[in-house]
């Protein structure tokens, strides 16, 4: 009941943030660096924070990269979902009765494995970048991306950044370079398309910056206009996108985030 603890890191978007912006309840966005998962004891980690089948999932994975990235995002998605409970439904639980699975699409989705009452457990989302792992947990879909600022963002900005959308970004991210700028970008959008995935994913180039307003002390909204698929009907959904060091970060819930026009 009591796993070691993991030191987690703040990020300028808390939860209140959150669900005064996107109108969904969540948990606090869990930001942890990856490094310090590693200097803990790994076996007391392994045995604290997961569960049977996801140990033998971990062992499976032969090269040290993928190791500590898929450990530290489960880490991540389980103190989300602790926290999540906790505020929710006033219980606490045991990281090991939590089993952290992908559906056939890639989604993780979290599934209860403990003695007691099945809980309904919330939407999660996991990312990872770089030496930063982020999960959240939500009352219903949502996305989270962390992306660390490399120079190849350069060569793929067609695919994900229109003229127009550089321009609105200009003002309103005045204070950070071009390449901060366009991860932010990435990022937001990479948010939305997770919160969005299955059979309505949008594309990067679906999505489409329309508008940007300061949020908190250092974030800020993205709202991004798509069209739907075989309909007339356009749809807004807003991010939250925030950063860090050298690391952009977004966040979308769509639920009642999304407006249709």
């Not at 062992?59 to 991540?76: D, M, P, Q």
């Not at 990281?95 to 809980?119: E, K, Y």
């Not at 005045?174 to 997770?194: G, I, N, S, V």
């Not at 329309?210 to 800020?220: D, H, K, S, V, W």
Request: proline share 6%; glycine share 6%; with cysteine.
């Amino acid at each position: 009941m009591n796993p070691p603890p993991i030191a987690t890191i703040q990020i300028s978007i808390p939860r209140e943030d959150i669900v005064k912006e996107l109108g969904e309840y969540c948990s606090s966005p869990v930001l942890i660096d990856i490094p310090t998962v590693e200097s803990n004891d790994s076996r007391e980690i392994q045995s604290s924070w997961l569960s049977m089948q996801e140990q033998k999932q971990l062992n499976r994975y032969t090269f040290a990269k993928r190791r500590r990235e898929w450990l530290a995002g489960r880490i991540c998605a389980k103190i989300a979902i602790r926290d999540y409970v906790k505020n929710r439904k006033r219980i606490l639980l045991d990281p090991i009765d939590l089993s952290i699975v992908n559906t056939d699409g890639g989604h993780p989705v979290a599934v209860f494995a403990g003695s007691a009452t099945p809980l309904k457990m919330p939407e999660i989302s996991i990312s990872h970048s770089g030496e930063f792992a982020l999960a959240l947990a939500a009352e219903s879909s949502c996305g989270v991306d962390i992306q660390k600022a490399n120079q190849s963002i350069f060569r793929v900005k067609e695919r994900f950044c229109q003229e127009p959308e550089e321009e609105l970004l200009l003002p309103c991210t005045k204070d950070f370079d071009p390449l901060l700028r366009l991860t932010l970008l990435w990022a937001a959008k990479e948010a939305a398309q997770k919160a969005q995935s299955g059979d309505n994913m949008p594309g990067f180039l679906d999505l489409v910056l329309t508008a940007i307003e300061p949020a908190g002390l250092r974030g800020m909204v993205f709202f991004f206009n798509r069209c739907q698929r075989h309909s007339h009907l356009i749809s807004q959904t807003r991010v939250l996108v925030t950063d860090l060091k050298q690391y952009g970060i977004g966040i979308c819930i769509p639920g009642k985030g999304e407006h249709h026009a």
